[in-house]
C-alpha cells in the first residue's frame, strides 16, 4: 500500500486493513478540499522559497486538473493506496516528477486531514443552512397563509386553549431561527485555519499561516498549534450539537404532523402519494415519511453523545482513535438534508383542516377566554375562574368562540415579519460570500 510515511518496513496485513478502516471511502468526501488546502500551501511555499516559482505553476495548474476531475466524479482512491493525501501526492509526482514530492513540506497528514475537515464542514454548513432557510420560508409562508384557522391547543396532552395554524408552524419557523444560532458558532468554530500546525508542535520552516488563512477564506487562525490538533474532535462535536439541534426540531415537527394525521384528531392530511399503505389493511394511508424523519433525527441526535464518547479521554496531541469520528461524522450531513428537504415538501403538500374547533368536543378549549371575558369586565380573577369552573362541571358552560389576542407572538399578532428579520440577521453572519470568492480565486 502506497503510504506517506513508508519507511521500507511492510506491516502486517490485518493490522492494516484495521487501521485504515473505512478512510478510504471517507476520503472521497474530502479529496476536493485535499486539493484546496494543496492549492494555498505550495503558494505559500513558493513565498518562504521552498518552491520555486515554475514548479508552483506547474503544481497549481495540475492541482486545478485534480480538483475539476474530483468535481466531475472521475477521481478514485487507488488500489494499494492509502488515503487521499498519498493519491493527490502520487498524481502529482507521476505527472510532474520531483516537483509533487515537495507539495509536503511544512506540513502534517494530522494538519491536512484538519484543514480537509474544516473545509468540508464549512461547505457542509452552508448547505445545511440553505436547506434550513428554505424550510424556514415555507413555514413562515403557511403560517401566513393559515393563520385564521384555529385549532386546539394542548397541555399534558390534554385540550388547553385555542392556538392556530398560524402559531403552529410560526412556532417550528421560530425554532430554526434558534437552530441557525447553533449552525452560525459551530461554522464560525470550523472557519479557523488549522493548516501549518503540522503534527501539533509546529515547523521549522517560516510558514506564512496568514496567507494561508486569506487565500482559503477563513476567517482567522487556529493560533496555538497544539489547540489547532486539540481541535480535532472537538470541532466535529460542537458542529454535531448544531446538526441536533435542527434535528430536534424536525423530529418534534414530525411527531405533531403523525399525531394530528391520526383519525382521533384528522387535523392534517397528506395526499394519497406521499403516503403508504398496509399489507393487510386496505384503509391505511401511513405518514410513513414523518415517521422515518423522526427516526432519523432522533438518531442524528445522539451524534453528539457518540463523539464525545470518543474524545472524552484523550490527553493532548493526536490518537488515532480521531479517525472513527469521520465514519459517524460525515454522513450526517447527508442525512439531515435529506431530512429537511423531504421535510419541506411534505409540508408544501400537506392539507390542513379548517373547521377543527366546531367539534363540541373542543367547547372548553374556550373556556379561559371566558375567564378573561369576566375579567375585563371587572371580575377579580379568582371568582371567575370558580364560575366558569362551576359552569362547566353543571354541564352549563357555553363557550363564545371569539378569539381576541393581540399581544406580540400570540394568535392575532403572529411577530412572522420580526421572526424573519431574526433569522436573516443571524443568516448575513456566516458571510458565505466571501468563501465563495476565496475558493474562486485559489482554483483560477
Known amino acids: 500500500m502506497n503510504k506517506l510515511w513508508d519507511k521500507g518496513i511492510s506491516v502486517n496485513k ?33 513565498k518562504i522559497g521552498l518552491l520555486e516559482s515554475d514548479e ?16 466531475d466524479g472521475h477521481f478514485e482512491i487507488e488500489d494499494g493506496v492509502e488515503d487521499v493525501h498519498s493519491q493527490v501526492e502520487m498524481l502529482l509526482t507521476r505527472k510532474l516528477g520531483e ?37 424556514f420560508i415555507l413555514l413562515q409562508e403557511q403560517s401566513e397563509k393559515y393563520k385564521e384557522v384555529l385549532m386546539p391547543g394542548y397541555t399534558h396532552l390534554q385540550v388547553a386553549m385555542p392556538s392556530s ?43 506564512d499561516r496568514t496567507m494561508t488563512t486569506r487565500l482559503l477564506g477563513f476567517d482567522t487562525l487556529s493560533y496555538n498549534v497544539v489547540y489547532a490538533q486539540m481541535g480535532r474532535g472537538k470541532t466535529e462535536k460542537v458542529v454535531s450539537f448544531a446538526l441536533a439541534s435542527v434535528a430536534a426540531t424536525l423530529s418534534k415537527l414530525a411527531y405533531d404532523v403523525c399525531l394530528f394525521m391520526s383519525q382521533n384528531f384528522s387535523f392534517v392530511a397528506l395526499p394519497d402519494e406521499l ?124 363557550p363564545v368562540k371569539n378569539v381576541n389576542h393581540t399581544h406580540e407572538g400570540s394568535i392575532g399578532n403572529l411577530c412572522n415579519q420580526e421572526i424573519k428579520e431574526k433569522f436573516l440577521n443571524i443568516y448575513k453572519e456566516f458571510r458565505f460570500e466571501k468563501v465563495e470568492e476565496a475558493i474562486e480565486a485559489l482554483i483560477k
Open 165 to 207: 395554524f398560524g402559531l403552529w408552524f410560526g412556532a417550528y419557523a421560530e425554532s430554526l431561527a434558534d437552530d441557525m444560532l447553533l449552525l452560525l458558532s459551530g461554522y464560525r468554530i470550523a472557519n479557523q485555519n488549522p493548516l501549518g500546525s503540522a503534527a501539533g508542535y509546529g515547523s521549522s520552516f517560516p510558514l
Open 14 to 46: 490485518l493490522i492494516e486493513d484495521f487501521t485504515v478502516g473505512k478512510d478510504r471511502e471517507m476520503d472521497q468526501f474530502l479529496a476536493e478540499y485535499d486539493v484546496l488546502g494543496s492549492l494555498a500551501h505550495i503558494r505559500m511555499l513558493e
Open 275 to 398: 403516503t403508504t399503505g398496509s399489507s393487510i389493511m386496505p384503509h391505511k394511508k401511513n405518514p410513513d415519511v414523518f415517521e422515518l424523519v423522526r427516526s432519523h433525527c432522533n438518531k442524528l441526535q445522539g451524534l453528539p453523545n457518540q463523539i464525545t464518547l470518543m474524545i472524552n479521554n484523550l490527553p493532548s496531541g493526536y490518537f488515532r482513535d480521531l479517525q472513527i469520528i469521520k465514519e459517524i461524522f460525515i454522513p450526517a450531513f447527508r442525512e439531515i438534508k435529506d431530512c429537511l428537504q423531504i421535510t419541506s415538501f411534505a409540508v408544501s403538500n400537506m392539507k390542513i383542516k379548517t373547521d377543527i374547533l366546531e367539534d363540541d368536543r373542543y367547547r372548553y378549549v374556550f373556556s379561559v377566554e371566558e375567564v378573561n371575558r369576566l375579567v375585563l369586565e371587572g371580575v377579580p380573577f379568582r371568582d371567575a375562574y370558580k364560575k366558569v369552573g362551576l359552569e362547566i362541571m353543571e354541564g352549563k358552560f357555553e
Open 99 to 135: 516537483a509533487g514530492k515537495k507539495i509536503h513540506s511544512g506540513r502534517s497528514r494530522n494538519d491536512q486531514v484538519l484543514v480537509d475537515l474544516k473545509l468540508f464542514i464549512r461547505s457542509e454548513l452552508k448547505s445545511v443552512v440553505g436547506e434550513v432557510r428554505n424550510l
Open 56 to 71: 508552483c505553476v506547474m503544481l497549481s495548474r495540475e492541482l486545478v486538473n485534480i480538483y475539476h476531475d474530483i468535481r
